[in-house]
């Protein structure tokens, strides 16, 4: 298993451009999410999936749009990249066993920068 | 706002000594606390989590101990090595249908010295 594989690795964006994060999972996990990392502050939860055609907001939405059309991949899109959304992105699996909450499996990140 | 408060933001440990990192929270319907370790230019992993119905778990050198009526939780690394140096994060979730999200403390950086 790849486990959580986000791709590109590293990115750098003008402002006003869009763009999109890919996020693919190999262990059929029915939750997935995105996170971003900034110096300081933690992580902190963009969009979650609670499975193929579902999604909603966290805490810091506002800019980046979501979709999960498969259980397997949920991609993040930038609509008009703004420096503020300079950050390390990570995606995240996870399942239940039963009602119960699990481990979360990250991917290794995306370093964006936006100048 | 932050709901997950974590401390302290940098810790310094002699190799073989205790380290702990403490987290409080205030929301009482948080049912699941998980703590996760990460190394630079990697994603965080799961190092070990407990369940409000415990009060302490131990794995190894890490033990968390977990204080429900206060509201608090910590994390020991016992005998503590120069490769646990990494930034260590605290995190809360509730057990719901809607959803699985985390809710990260800031992060404490430990450095362990030789």
């Known amino acids: 298993n790849a486990g959580v594989t986000q791709t590109p690795k590293f990115q750098v964006l003008k402002t006003g451009q869009s763009m999109t994060l890919q996020c693919a999972q190999d262990m059929n996990h029915e939750y997935m999410s995105w996170y971003r990392q900034d110096p300081g502050m933690g992580l902190r939860l963009i969009h979650y999936s609670v499975g193929a055609g579902i999604t909603d907001q966290g805490e810091v939405p506002n800019g980046y749009n979501v979709s999960r059309s498969t259980t397997e991949d949920f991609p993040l899109r930038l609509l008009s990249a703004a420096p503020s959304q300079t950050s390390v992105y990570f995606c995240?699996?996870?399942?239940?066993?039963?009602?119960?909450?699990?481990?979360?499996?990250f991917g290794q990140g995306t370093r964006l920068t936006v100048v | 706002q932050q709901q997950v408060k974590q401390s302290p933001q940098s810790l310094i440990v002699q190799k073989g000594g205790i380290s702990i990192i403490n987290c409080a929270y205030e929301?009482?319907?948080?049912?699941?606390f998980p703590w996760y370790q990460q190394f630079p230019g990697k994603g965080p992993a799961l190092l070990i989590a407990?369940?409000?119905?415990?009060s302490e778990k131990k794995e190894g050198r890490f033990t968390i101990s977990f204080n429900k009526s206060a509201k608090q939780f910590s994390l020991h690394i016992m005998d503590s090595q120069p490769g646990d140096s990494a930034t260590y994060f605290c995190?809360?979730?509730?057990?719901?249908?809607?959803?699985?999200?985390?809710?990260f403390g800031k992060g404490t950086s430990l450095l362990v010295t030789p």
């Open positions: 407990i369940r409000p119905d415990v």
């Open positions: 929301n009482t319907a948080f049912d699941y």
């Open positions: 995240a699996s996870s399942y239940k066993r039963g009602s119960l909450n699990t481990e979360a499996f």
């Open positions: 995190a809360a979730s509730i057990n719901s249908n809607s959803g699985y999200a985390l809710n």
